[in-house]
């Protein structure tokens, strides 16, 4: 991510220190993470310490201090889910895509993570793949979805 | 000023408005123990050993006496046998992480703590957050935070500027009542700026 978008995203809030989480939230959603350069920008720029903004970037897990995947997939772990056969879908994407949980594909196709429940049970097991919702997956079904994307 | 009047240990107190109770028992020179507590610091409560009882209203409670306000006519026991057992079990919990930090050696000892009650866990920073706060507060040099959250809770360096500034200040090491702090800057040397180390070592500091 350039250092103008950065900017740009600083300037849309005004510059002001108390929008700091707001503007780390567009610029993790602008580049699916939080460069230490971008950081190092939006500590210069709003006089914000590192330190703080480094507590606030581990605090939340919407925030990654790391490169994620164009896609991200979330395997849903919650007990409904669970009994309905996740761990079959999980390693399925594990196969797939060759990482496990947290980790991301060298090419940054698809970052992985397990939640516990996205509150639709009833259609368990569940796998979200950019915030769209993938119900009753089977392992054939999930490898067919996985090959949807690019 | 003085004018809030309250009792602690059945002794006559005085405070001003916005003085907390540990302030006003230490201006008369009534001893309760603290752990994250710096004069020079604002209050923080991490620790919860300087917790005491507080009867308000014939209510009691418990209360951490370095941010609890002092208030009128409140009765202040700064130890009891609910008071004592609390910070026990304060001390050992602390303990699982630093057991041989000498201010928890010495209040063990005087509250019959057992070091080994709690698994022992594999930091010994004990979270007082001196080292975090004196580098914000006092040196003004923001090299050290804290990350991550609840039992994965860190304190990190943030190697760019710890390379620059700390080893002309390191005033938070004095503060830390565990080892801990050395350690975490020892390793980030290592890691982020080994020449200074090496130039330190060569230099016989
Ligand atoms: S490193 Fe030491 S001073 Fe810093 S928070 Fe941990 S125990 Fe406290
Ligand atoms: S357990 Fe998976 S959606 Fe609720
Ligand atoms: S001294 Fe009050 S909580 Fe640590």
């Keep these: 991510m350039d250092i103008e978008k950065v900017d740009q995203i600083i300037d849309k809030h005004n510059g002001e220190p108390s929008n700091l989480l707001q503007i780390m939230l567009d610029i993790q959603k602008e580049n699916n993470w939080l460069s230490k350069q971008a950081l190092a920008r939006v500590s210069e720029k709003l006089s914000v310490p590192l330190t703080r903004i480094q507590h606030i970037a581990t605090f939340y897990k919407a925030f990654s201090l790391v490169p994620k995947g164009r896609h991200k997939v979330h395997i849903c772990v919650g007990t409904a889910c669970h009994v309905r056969g996740a761990t079959r879908i999980l390693d399925t994407v594990e196969d797939a895509t060759g990482i496990k949980p947290g980790e991301t594909d060298l090419d940054l196709k698809f970052s992985l993570e397990t939640v516990n429940c996205l509150g639709c049970c009833a259609l368990g097991p569940v796998m979200e793949v950019d915030g769209k919702v993938h119900g009753k997956m089977s392992p054939v079904k999930t490898a067919q979805a996985l090959k949807t994307y690019e | ?205």
């Design chain 2, 1 to 205: 000023m003085g004018d809030i009047k309250f009792e602690i240990d059945g002794k006559t107190v005085t405070a001003d408005p916005g003085m907390t109770v540990l302030e006003a028992a230490q201006k008369e020179g009534i001893y309760i123990p603290t752990l994250c507590h710096h004069e020079k610091l604002e209050p923080f409560g991490g620790c919860r050993l300087c917790i005491v009882e507080v009867e308000d209203r014939g209510w009691t409670k418990y209360v951490v006496s370095c941010v609890f306000p002092a208030a009128k006519d409140i009765i202040v026991r700064t130890r009891s046998e609910k008071v004592d057992r609390l910070r026990k079990t304060i001390i050992e919990l602390l303990m699982a992480h630093a057991p041989d930090a000498p201010d928890l050696v010495t209040l063990a000892k005087e509250y019959n703590a057992d070091p080994n009650r709690y698994e022992r866990s594999a930091s010994f920073c004990i979270h007082c957050g001196l080292c975090v706060r004196y580098c914000a507060e006092v040196a003004g040099k923001n090299a050290i935070g804290f990350v991550d959250r609840g039992i994965n809770k860190e304190i990190s360096f943030v190697p760019d500027i710890a390379a620059q500034v700390c080893n002309d200040c390191k005033e938070c090491f004095p503060l830390c009542p565990t080892s801990y702090l050395q350690a975490a800057f020892v390793y980030t040397q290592a890691l982020s700026f080994p020449d200074a180390a090496k130039t330190e070592q060569s230099a016989g500091k």
